[in-house]
């Protein structure tokens, strides 16, 4: 199993940075991808960004490209999202999730989800 908890969602001005953070933890004795999904007011969740274990491949949502950056820490079991260029149709809540599988923009191949923190961007 593995518990994820997001971090560093809030208010911000279009054209602002956010930084979300995902820590995980429990006994994650096997590599993991990590997928960041938002669900917008009215709308389906979607796939934000994913990054595969090592952090050596990655993968974006056209609506985001260029703007936003995963990384991750495994030292600190930690993944982040570097939100720039924010735009009001951002406005969502964030999801952070792992999977054993390999990386994907695919929200049915992820295991283990967070809470979700809210990120709202004002024009």
């Known amino acids: 199993q593995v518990q994820v908890v997001e971090s560093g969602g809030g208010l911000v001005q279009a054209g602002g940075s956010l930084r979300l953070s995902c820590a995980a933890s429990?006994?994650?004795?096997?590599?993991?991808?990590v997928g960041w999904f938002r669900r917008a007011p009215g709308k389906e969740r979607e796939a934000v960004a994913a990054?595969?274990?090592?952090?050596?491949?990655?993968d974006y949502a056209d609506s985001v490209k260029g703007r936003f950056t995963i990384s991750r820490d495994n030292a600190l079991n930690m993944v982040y999202l570097q939100m720039n260029s924010l735009k009001p149709e951002d406005t969502a809540i964030y999801y952070c999730?792992?999977?054993?599988?390999?990386?994907?923009?695919?929200?049915?191949?992820?295991?283990?989800w967070g809470q979700g923190t809210q990120v709202t961007v004002s024009s």
């Open positions: 999730a792992a999977t054993r599988r390999s990386l994907s923009l695919n929200q049915f191949a992820y295991e283990f």
């Open positions: 429990g006994r994650a004795y096997f590599p993991y991808a």
């Open positions: 990054i595969n274990w090592s952090g050596s491949n990655t």
